[in-house]
């Protein structure tokens, strides 16, 4: 039996019930206080004041992809095209120069051409839906394009025709994002990687064999694309041990706002198109129809209003099977009607705070008119409607107190303004995005609260969440990560 002591444990349950000892025993919490028997601990841990909680996890991002950022050129801090310039010159002695974050500040191919003739060069957006490449990649990919910028099923071609990492570079991968992600105090997370890279066999593949040496509780979305092979090899459906389960088909319904392809009520400024649905909607429903005839549950991709209440009247009309959950991913935008709608189905949203602080107020400048709901998140958690805490990370930093902090303030990184304060989150719920609300989507039971018989994930850090201001969200220290009662990550002074 393990006793940590010297701590603030917070059970979860309301934000007032705080213990101060806690006893575990076979990866799972015995007792508190002074229902813990200290003369009968095999090892104490000593928390020295530190702040205890669940297990955080993110809900939504690609792990495969995380690690592979880490080791990329990265864009996102480029806001001229001089600056970009400047980036990609100090990869020069590269055959093929790929930098992903970028953020379109109106490069196209013949901007790239002026510097770049002889290799190939691919940039891809912030938003991973769309690319800009030189003349050279066009021709390389055997494209024509007037401007080089590509978008939707044109950037997902190219994605899928880039030479694939080896079987034990998608091992070092995961190994570096496992690393990372402990070390910010998550304990697990739900990710889109089947499809990416080296198809479902040696992905999935991968992730059994790194977790057997590094923990992490890793709930794998199929990609619609992959649902195919998933059903032809021999794995089960749900979970497959202690650290890894197969979860919901990943489909996508719309774009993105930034590629002016989400899909929504009123017309982008300026122009005619509403966005779109990537898919086509009949494919799409194709494919539900046939993820239901396996008797599975769906995760969806959509950012749109319209797009929003489309996939709602969709998993409507053809539910998934009793006592499954739907997922919804993202739904920053929103009407009264379609907010009606899904309260009544069974399904959860995966939501990124992050993506308030970088999107706003530049999505404003997109729309002709403003949405109803604008990341609705407080709207969403009145009206009984299960949302989780997520970055989508490499799109955003997997560090879950940047999206408790953008939860709670609602405060844009591009003018410092806060923005619909109506649906900010108080600290303990902001809290429970990752880590309560983040597991509903996991068979692997029962986790989320501290409770005699739940899972000893737990997540400590320096100081209480529930007191910080603001700007001390930037400066919180992970001090330990517990997975399954054992510390994967500990801090260093």
């Known amino acids: ?24 025993q076979e990866g799972k919490i015995k007792s508190f206080d002074n229902d813990v028997d200290l003369t009968l601990c095999d090892e104490i841990i000593d928390l020295k004041g530190g702040h205890l909680y669940p297990g955080f996890v993110d809900a939504h991002l690609h792990m495969m992809g995380y690690g592979e950022y880490l080791d990329m050129i990265h864009l996102s801090s480029c806001q001229t095209k001089d600056e970009v310039i400047a980036k990609l010159l100090a990869a020069k002695s590269q055959d093929m120069i790929f930098a992903i974050g970028y953020l379109d500040v109106g490069i196209t191919k013949h901007d790239l051409d002026t510097y770049f003739l002889d290799q190939v060069v691919i940039l891809r957006h912030n938003d991973f839906h769309a690319l800009t490449l030189n003349s050279k990649a066009l021709s390389h990919f055997n494209i024509q394009d007037e401007t080089g910028i590509l978008k939707e099923s044109k950037a997902s071609y ?13 091992h070092t991968m995961l190994t570096k994002s496992i690393e990372s992600l402990t070390s910010f105090g998550l304990t697990g997370g739900h990710t889109d990687d089947l499809f990416y890279y080296n198809g479902f066999k040696e992905t999935y593949q991968a992730f059994h064999e790194v977790l057997e040496h590094h923990p992490f509780r890793s709930h794998l979305l199929i990609h619609h694309e992959v649902l195919d092979d998933f059903i032809q090899s021999d794995q089960p459906w749900g979970i497959q041990n202690n650290y890894l389960e197969l979860g919901a088909i990943k489909m996508f319904y719309d774009g993105t706002m930034s590629s002016k392809t989400a899909l929504m009520y009123h017309p982008y400024q300026g122009e005619k198109t509403h966005g779109e649905v990537v898919m086509g909607y009949a494919q799409f429903t194709d494919v539900l129809k046939k993820v239901r005839s396996f008797g599975l549950s769906a995760a969806i991709h959509v950012i749109g209003d319209k797009g929003l209440e489309d996939v709602v009247d969709l998993l409507t009309k053809y539910p998934p099977k009793e006592g499954l959950i739907d997922r919804i991913i993202h739904a920053p935008w929103a ?5 009606e709608k899904m309260k009544s189905l069974p399904c959860s949203l995966d939501i990124q705070p992050q993506f308030l602080s970088s999107d706003l107020p530049r999505a404003f400048h997109f ?17 009984k409607i299960i ?12 560090n879950p107190f940047l999206g408790m902090k953008d939860a709670i303030f609602r405060r844009s990184n591009q003018d410092h303004k806060t923005y619909e304060t109506q649906e900010a989150l108080s600290h303990f719920e902001a809290i429970k995005l990752y880590a309560t609300y983040a597991h509903a989507q996991s068979s692997l039971q029962p986790r989320g609260y501290l409770k005699p018989g739940y899972l000893a994930d737990f997540t400590v850090c320096d100081r209480d969440i529930e007191t910080l201001k603001e700007e001390e969200f930037h400066d919180i220290n992970v001090i330990m990560t517990i997975i399954d009662d054992h510390i994967v990550y500990k801090l260093t002074r």
């Open 1 to 24: 039996m393990k006793c940590y002591i010297h701590g603030f444990f917070h059970s979860m349950n309301d934000h007032k019930d705080v213990y101060h000892v806690m006893a575990t």
């Open 335 to 339: 009407d009264q009607k379609t907010i």
């Open 158 to 170: 190219i994605m899928q025709n880039i030479p694939k990492p080896s079987f034990s570079k998608l």
């Open 387 to 398: 949302i989780s805490g997520s970055s989508d990370a490499p799109v955003e930093i997997p």
């Open 367 to 383: 729309f002709s008119v403003k949405p109803d709901y604008v990341f609705p998140w407080k709207t969403y958690l009145d009206e």
